[in-house]
């Protein structure tokens, strides 16, 4: 009646600020699965007033613009101001005897306020309704009224907003101490909040908290919450009197640990100068912590001073307290009762390298997690077309048990399902061609392969090998303009992190050959580049299911899981990837044959270090790499700033830490393969059906089942 179409109004919803990166959104499925799973469970987070950020690109480069996702009421959340709760910063800490026995008293210097915010997370066709909580901070008072009078107005309404800065902003930039602070000063807030809840809610339905790790289980997800190991032995300690032994066996006992990544500058450590001086009493905490491992350690590996050294939770520096840290990592693995990957292979290299001393202690500790993804969110919602041809021949049983797609692989061979498959692949191209045309002002060849990679940019997930292909593929098309070839649309997204200088070059690079290869006549009608601003989830649901070839390949043992390679999978693409992170159980799952195979294991990855790696013997011995790395370096695809890449060609020629020059090659005869392939519809269409049939392990609903299981010991409870 108004004229409006339910389409363009949904559009009109922005996302939530909620983390659109690998962590949120794989929190976001595994609420979805408890929930569906009937497995009683809170959320707990920061409600940042803005997000990560909004992307736009500005004569090719990455700009970044502040993410109001809440400048519109957000109709989802439910405002609970009776559960506040106060937050302490700084201050000092004071000892006294009670009956011969020491204790401590924290008092803070400073106060900040978390209010909650509730939204529902509704399970699928049940009854069961969890909770993701969401902490809001907010100043004490709204200013020091006494500073106030006294005339420093100023100073009262800079504290206030010194106060609630915490919940401002998604990542805020670490490069400068300020925005290290602020970091810490975020993980704490919500870790104090959130175990502050769980205790008093422990405490509404038991007498005491004798019982709480027989009642409650935390899980850890990576090391940004690891202060809440400190915090919660604090409680039991400082604010409910039980001794430390008893305290230290149930924070053990409660908590379990996820690690999701294998990079070192990834794996948290904090001044200890830094995180004294904001959290005193949890410095003298962890202090005490690691003296007691530390002992164990030397009773169980006597005489090994070295190992003492490598598994302290304070990395000592120099021996001066500027340069003392502490390991995030370490104390989440040591407070914790399970340590878990995400991945097999992942798990494995924890075990044999990155946390190989704390294996050898506690091997019983470890596990393996697979990742996955919700079914419900990545193809009953995002593809409907594709989650409709399979419902009509399955039944809706799918949508919460994903391991019934397996039916479909008879259908594999059955023309009618091949062409009803290969028409819905169709249509959704069509909607991701127009979103092109209408973001990016570029018509595509909806017949083209639609060769994807989106995902965080990042050196070790190697976007830039795949445009070195681009640009190889380029040169090809130049030097023999009748060369038959498979039009190929490359599409990219993804956000650079702000500081993070390379990987915001590798976009401009990006736009840069796209604005060449796609203005050029003589090959843009078999080549088009695309860069799509602002990938997030909604733009990841117009995606995933108009993709034809999907791109994980990320340097072996570096991607811990990915979750990427799940959902393009489960959308009818193929696979070409590395073997790393989750890759390896995608291709076991789906069959060796229906996945584009290249480049280095992890195992070689390693051997080749070890020998001594001249990533610049590549470049002499292979014409065409040395064709893309001079073209680049010339400055052909800026000639206005011709040096403006040479920083990308040069760390390639001289370092190459992601061994991208030593997969080149085989990555391009994968590409070859994969055109092949490609050419043969009815093959390609049978392998895109057996990888849908075949992604029934990467359910989260699974992962959430073997949490509950294994870590939790958790049981549905029916709604």
Not at 421 to 427: A, G, L, P, S, T
Not at 548 to 556: F, G
Not at 648 to 677: G, I, K, N, T
Request: hydrophobic share 40%; proline share 4%; aromatic share 10%.
């Amino acid at each position: 009646m108004m004229g409006l179409e339910i389409a363009d109004l949904l559009e009109q919803e922005v996302d939530a600020g909620l983390g659109n990166g690998g962590l949120g959104r794989l929190a976001a499925c595994f609420l979805d699965s408890m929930a569906t799973l009937d497995v009683p469970g809170y959320g707990y987070g920061i409600r940042y007033e803005f997000g990560m950020f909004d992307q736009e690109i500005k004569d090719g480069f990455q700009v970044e613009k502040p993410d109001e996702w809440l400048r519109f009421p957000n109709p989802w959340e439910m405002p609970r101001p009776e559960y506040w709760v106060p937050v302490g910063f700084g201050g000092r800490t004071e000892e006294h005897s009670d009956h011969g026995r020491l204790k401590v008293h924290w008092a803070p210097g400073e106060q900040v306020i978390g209010m909650a915010y509730d939204t529902p997370i509704a399970g699928y066709g049940n009854a069961t309704v969890n909770t993701l909580r969401l902490w809001r901070a907010r100043a004490s008072a709204e200013f020091d009224l006494t500073v106030f009078n006294d005339g420093d107005y100023e100073k009262a309404v800079l504290d206030k907003n010194r106060s609630e800065t915490i919940s401002k902003v998604l990542y805020p930039s670490d490069v400068k101490m300020f925005g290290k602070e602020l970091r810490l000063r975020q993980q704490y807030f919500f870790v104090a909040c959130s175990l502050h809840d769980i205790v008093r809610r422990h405490l509404v339905a038991h007498k005491s908290l004798d019982d709480f790790s027989e009642k409650v289980a935390i899980q850890l997800n990576d090391t940004h919450p690891a202060v809440a190991i400190p915090e919660l032995l604090r409680i039991f300690v400082d604010e409910h009197d039980m001794p430390w032994e008893k305290s230290w066996e149930l924070t053990v006992a409660t908590f379990g640990y996820t690690n999701h990544t294998l990079l070192a500058e990834a794996l948290e450590t904090w001044p200890v100068e830094m995180f004294g001086r904001l959290l005193p009493r949890h410095l003298q905490i962890i202090f005490e912590i690691n003296r007691r491992f530390l002992r164990q350690v030397m009773n169980r590996f006597p005489y090994d001073d070295q190992r003492l050294t490598r598994m302290s939770l304070i990395d000592e520096g120099n021996g001066e307290l500027p340069s003392k840290r502490i390991r995030m990592a370490y104390l989440a693995v040591v407070g914790s009762h399970s340590v878990n990957g995400v991945a097999a292979l992942h798990t494995k290299l924890l075990e044999q390298d990155l946390l190989r001393d704390f294996h050898e202690m506690w091997p019983e500790r470890f596990n393996n997690k697979t990742n996955g993804v919700t079914p419900r969110r990545w193809l009953l919602t995002s593809n409907p077309l594709l989650a409709e041809a399979i419902t009509s021949r399955l039944g809706e049983g799918w949508i919460t048990d994903l391991g019934e797609l397996r039916r479909l692989e008879a259908l594999a061979e059955d023309e009618g399902f091949r062409t009803e498959f290969r028409e819905i692949k169709q249509r959704n191209k069509e909607q991701l061609a127009g979103f092109i045309e209408r973001e990016n002002g570029l018509s595509v060849d909806r017949n083209s392969m639609f060769d994807v990679q989106v995902k965080r940019l990042h050196e070790y997930k190697r976007q830039l090998l795949n445009l070195l292909h681009v640009v190889a593929l380029y040169l090809r098309l130049k030097n023999k303009p009748d060369l038959q070839m498979v039009p190929r649309t490359f599409i990219f997204g993804g956000k650079a992190a702000p500081a993070y200088a390379t990987a915001k070059l590798i976009i401009k690079l990006i736009n840069s050959v796209g604005e060449v290869v796609n203005a050029d006549p003589q090959v843009n009608d078999r080549l088009r580049v695309v860069f799509l601003a602002n990938y997030r989830v909604s733009l990841a649901e117009r995606i995933f299911p108009g993709s034809d070839l999907s791109e994980q390949i990320s340097t072996a043992g570096k991607e811990a899981s990915g979750t990427g390679n799940m959902k393009f999978a489960l959308n009818g693409a193929l696979t070409i990837g590395t073997l790393d992170g989750a890759n390896i159980e995608i291709r076991d799952e789906v069959g060796h044959e229906n996945f584009f195979l290249f480049g280095l294991t992890a195992q070689e990855v390693q051997e080749l270090w070890r020998r001594g790696y001249r990533p610049r013997d590549h470049y002499e011995q292979n014409p065409e790499l040395r064709a893309v790395l001079d073209l680049i370096n010339g400055g052909f695809f800026e000639p206005e700033h011709p040096e403006l890449f040479r920083p990308l060609v040069q760390s390639l020629l001289e370092h190459d830490p992601y061994l991208l020059l030593a997969d080149f090659a085989s990555y391009a005869e994968c590409q070859q393969r994969a055109s092949d392939a490609f050419l043969d519809k009815e093959r390609w269409t049978k392998m895109a059906i057996l990888n849908v049939a075949r992604m029934g392990k990467f359910s989260s609903d699974r992962t959430i089942k073997e949490y509950a299981a294994d870590i939790w010991r958790a049981k549905p409870v029916a709604g």
